[in-house]
């Protein structure tokens, strides 16, 4: 009997993180696989990343469009209930005996509820995490507790699923699966890159992602302002911006960007969605990893590159030595550049282990999901300590 496993995507980075796993499922033996895509992926605002879904030669079964095009916390809270309303019926419609979700997103959140009142086991990745300066954390939490399998990406997030009363033969530790992608793809060679993005790396460049810390209120623009201040000293610096995700605050830090891009076009650019291959390929070639994105957490010490994390939003998260966390003060921020740039930094970034695993997740996560088959009694444990 085939099992019918639908997999959830609402951002283009998750999607990315996703990609050897959708892959895989798409071959595997006893697997049917489906695509539910919804958030950002269906938005013009933020690429019509689905249409990377598509060339990459998969089927999207379901697209939900739930994203309200505003930037307030009560535009998150009425997209969660579009969502809800909508994730039921493109579940009832495909019917899946699993659906398998990554992360910790509001548009995660709501795919999770759906899939846990329709009596649908829930498959979570990256769950145990903390990220203090995020509402995604509470969200994690949450959608571990609604979920029957647990892939977590270290042993110390496996213990935190296990401490939230789940029963440790459903938790299993099987490493990042973005590091899946670095040892799989083959990344592009800095010509082609460049050729690519249309735009000169040169010697000198960092990648710089900066998203709102969404348990604060009206920080992310003046945060933002003190960043780019500090870019402003380094003009020998080239910089690639990807772009923030669909949260609050993030459009007016979209247009910042913008205008700071507009204004050193000789040696900035951004972009609303690199891809993964292009996105891994840049992160391989600069100089160091800069803002407060996960991937400059959990991806950028595998390819020994440097990250400065700056502020709360990723606080709590497991790291290697070659995240320097810092302050948003502008001086914090100018230090820590100065730190990470430096030669003796770069070499030790090269040296550093990586806690998040070896890049193989996929097979891992296959494995044990074949030892579990339907029917399933969801009627779970307590795990008491």
Not at 82 to 107: C, H, K, T, V
Not at 214 to 231: F, I, K, M, R, Y
Not at 363 to 374: E, H, T, V
Request: proline letters at 3%.
């Amino acid at each position: 009997m085939s099992i019918k496993i639908c997999v959830f995507t609402g951002s283009r980075a998750e999607y990315g993180l996703l990609f050897p796993l959708i892959s895989a499922l798409k071959t595997r033996s006893g697997y049917t696989l489906q695509i539910l895509v919804s958030g950002t992926h269906l938005s013009t605002e933020f690429g019509l990343t689905y249409k990377q879904i598509e060339e990459d030669g998969f089927c999207i079964n379901e697209k939900v469009e739930m994203l309200l095009s505003a930037d307030s916390d009560t535009a998150i809270v009425k997209s969660t209930g579009i969502a809800l309303m909508g994730y039921a019926d493109a579940l009832s419609r495909l019917n899946p005996d699993w659906l398998l979700l990554l992360g910790d997103r509001f548009e995660a959140f709501a795919a999770a509820t759906a899939a846990h009142l329709k009596k649908i086991p829930v498959v979570h990745l990256h769950g145990g995490e903390i990220t203090e300066g995020a509402t995604d954390d509470a969200l994690r939490h949450a959608i571990s507790k609604m979920s029957y399998l647990h892939f977590t990406s270290t042993e110390s997030h496996r213990r935190r699923v296990i401490q939230l009363g789940e029963e440790p033969f459903r938790v299993f530790n099987v490493g990042a699966i973005g590091i899946d992608n670095i040892k799989q793809l083959k990344l592009l060679s800095k010509a082609q890159l460049e050729a690519s993005l249309n735009f000169s790396i040169g010697e000198d460049c960092i990648l710089v992602t900066f998203h709102p810390v969404t348990l604060e209120s009206h920080t992310a623009t003046a945060q933002l302002h003190d960043l780019l201040g500090v870019l402003n000293k380094f003009p020998e610096l080239k910089v690639v911006f990807t772009l923030p995700n669909a949260d609050a605050e993030g459009r007016a830090l979209i247009e910042m960007i913008r205008h700071f891009v507009s204004e050193n076009q000789l040696r900035a650019v951004s972009f609303t969605s690199l891809g993964q291959l292009r996105y891994l390929s840049l992160m391989r070639l600069v100089k160091a990893v800069v803002g407060n994105s996960s991937s400059g957490i959990i991806e950028a010490p595998s390819f020994g590159v440097p990250t400065l994390n700056i502020g709360d939003r990723q606080k709590g998260r497991e790291r290697a030595e070659s995240v320097l966390d810092v302050s948003h003060e502008p001086k914090a921020i100018e230090e820590g550049l100065n730190k990470v740039l430096s030669q003796t930094f770069q070499d030790f970034a090269r040296t550093v282990n990586n806690p998040y695993g070896n890049g193989d997740s996929t097979i891992k996560i296959l494995n044990i999901l074949d030892q579990f088959k339907q029917p399933l009694d969801l009627k779970k444990t307590f795990f008491d300590l």
